[in-house]
Protein backbone atom coordinates (compact mmCIF):
# COMPACT_ATOMS: atom_id res chain seq x y z
CA UNK A 1 0.00 0.00 0.00
CA UNK A 2 1.12 3.23 -0.61
CA UNK A 3 0.24 6.31 1.37
CA UNK A 4 0.96 9.92 -0.38
CA UNK A 5 0.91 13.20 2.08
CA UNK A 6 0.81 16.50 1.00
CA UNK A 7 1.86 19.68 2.45
CA UNK A 8 2.68 23.66 2.30
CA UNK A 9 -0.47 24.80 1.19
CA UNK A 10 -1.87 28.42 2.51
CA UNK A 11 -3.08 31.47 1.60
CA UNK A 12 -0.57 33.69 -0.49
CA UNK A 13 -1.08 37.18 -2.48
CA UNK A 14 -0.98 37.09 -6.36
CA UNK A 15 2.20 37.58 -6.84
CA UNK A 16 4.07 35.35 -4.25
CA UNK A 17 5.60 31.76 -3.83
CA UNK A 18 4.28 28.37 -2.50
CA UNK A 19 5.99 25.08 -2.33
CA UNK A 20 4.07 22.29 -2.11
CA UNK A 21 5.65 18.68 -1.06
CA UNK A 22 3.98 15.18 -1.28
CA UNK A 23 5.88 12.90 1.14
CA UNK A 24 5.01 8.85 -0.04
CA UNK A 25 5.46 5.81 1.99
CA UNK A 26 6.96 2.73 -0.09
CA UNK A 27 9.97 1.22 -1.20
CA UNK A 28 9.50 1.58 -4.92
CA UNK A 29 8.93 5.57 -4.97
CA UNK A 30 11.98 5.93 -7.46
CA UNK A 31 10.60 3.27 -9.91
CA UNK A 32 7.28 5.44 -10.73
CA UNK A 33 6.74 8.96 -12.13
CA UNK A 34 4.43 11.32 -9.69
CA UNK A 35 2.48 14.01 -11.21
CA UNK A 36 -0.04 17.12 -9.68
CA UNK A 37 -2.93 17.53 -10.27
CA UNK A 38 -5.60 20.46 -9.05
CA UNK A 39 -9.44 21.23 -8.27
CA UNK A 40 -10.78 24.71 -8.03
CA UNK A 41 -13.95 25.28 -6.66
CA UNK A 42 -16.82 24.29 -8.67
CA UNK A 43 -14.52 22.81 -11.15
CA UNK A 44 -13.35 19.38 -12.20
CA UNK A 45 -9.83 18.04 -11.41
CA UNK A 46 -6.74 19.03 -14.16
CA UNK A 47 -3.37 18.20 -14.64
CA UNK A 48 -0.87 20.02 -13.26
CA UNK A 49 2.46 18.83 -14.13
CA UNK A 50 4.19 15.28 -13.54
CA UNK A 51 7.94 14.17 -13.24
CA UNK A 52 9.23 10.36 -14.44
CA UNK A 53 11.40 8.62 -11.84
CA UNK A 54 14.53 9.93 -14.55
CA UNK A 55 13.12 13.32 -14.02
CA UNK A 56 11.62 14.23 -16.94
CA UNK A 57 9.04 16.52 -16.69
CA UNK A 58 5.65 18.05 -18.55
CA UNK A 59 3.71 20.64 -17.53
CA UNK A 60 0.12 22.31 -18.69
CA UNK A 61 0.70 25.21 -20.30
CA UNK A 62 -1.22 27.59 -17.72
CA UNK A 63 1.86 27.10 -15.40
CA UNK A 64 4.89 26.19 -17.71
CA UNK A 65 7.28 28.82 -16.42
CA UNK A 66 5.78 29.25 -13.00
CA UNK A 67 5.53 26.03 -11.19
CA UNK A 68 8.49 23.57 -11.50
CA UNK A 69 7.53 19.92 -10.56
CA UNK A 70 11.00 18.15 -8.89
CA UNK A 71 11.71 14.68 -6.80
CA UNK A 72 14.17 13.14 -4.30
CA UNK A 73 14.05 9.56 -4.49
CA UNK A 74 15.96 8.95 -1.55
CA UNK A 75 13.49 11.43 0.83
CA UNK A 76 10.41 9.73 -1.39
CA UNK A 77 9.08 13.62 -1.84
CA UNK A 78 7.79 15.17 -4.58
CA UNK A 79 7.84 18.94 -4.35
CA UNK A 80 6.16 21.32 -6.52
CA UNK A 81 7.39 24.90 -6.14
CA UNK A 82 5.09 27.52 -7.53
CA UNK A 83 5.80 30.84 -8.47
CA UNK A 84 4.02 33.96 -9.51
CA UNK A 85 0.78 32.44 -8.61
CA UNK A 86 -2.78 34.28 -9.76
CA UNK A 87 -6.11 34.19 -8.65
CA UNK A 88 -6.61 31.49 -11.38
CA UNK A 89 -4.05 29.23 -9.24
CA UNK A 90 -6.30 28.77 -6.06
CA UNK A 91 -7.18 25.28 -5.65
CA UNK A 92 -6.78 21.77 -3.40
CA UNK A 93 -3.69 20.63 -5.06
CA UNK A 94 -3.41 16.70 -5.25
CA UNK A 95 -0.37 14.43 -5.80
CA UNK A 96 -0.44 11.17 -7.20
CA UNK A 97 1.35 8.17 -8.14
CA UNK A 98 1.56 6.45 -11.85
CA UNK A 99 0.93 3.14 -12.36
CA UNK A 100 4.28 3.09 -14.20
CA UNK A 101 7.47 5.10 -14.87
CA UNK A 102 6.05 6.98 -18.16
CA UNK A 103 4.74 10.75 -18.50
CA UNK A 104 0.63 10.47 -18.27
CA UNK A 105 -1.92 14.02 -17.90
CA UNK A 106 -4.61 11.56 -17.78
CA UNK A 107 -6.15 11.01 -14.24
CA UNK A 108 -7.02 7.22 -15.16
CA UNK A 109 -3.04 6.52 -15.18
CA UNK A 110 -2.84 7.28 -11.69
CA UNK A 111 -3.41 5.05 -8.79
CA UNK A 112 -2.71 6.36 -5.62
CA UNK A 113 -3.43 9.86 -4.98
CA UNK A 114 -2.68 11.97 -1.28
CA UNK A 115 -5.74 14.09 0.42
CA UNK A 116 -4.84 17.28 -1.12
CA UNK A 117 -3.40 20.62 0.26
CA UNK A 118 -5.45 23.79 -0.05
CA UNK A 119 -3.82 26.77 -2.27
CA UNK A 120 -5.85 29.94 -2.01
CA UNK A 121 -3.87 33.05 -4.21
CA UNK A 122 -5.92 36.52 -2.73
CA UNK A 123 -5.73 39.07 -5.46
Known amino acids: QVQLVESGGGLVQAGGSLRLSCAAS????????MGWFRQAPGKEREFVAVISWTSSTYYTDSVKGRFTISRDNAKNTVYLQMNSLKPEDTAVYYC?????????????????WGQGTQVTVSS
Open 96 to 112: ARARDSGIYYAQNAYDY
Open 26 to 33: GRTFGTYA
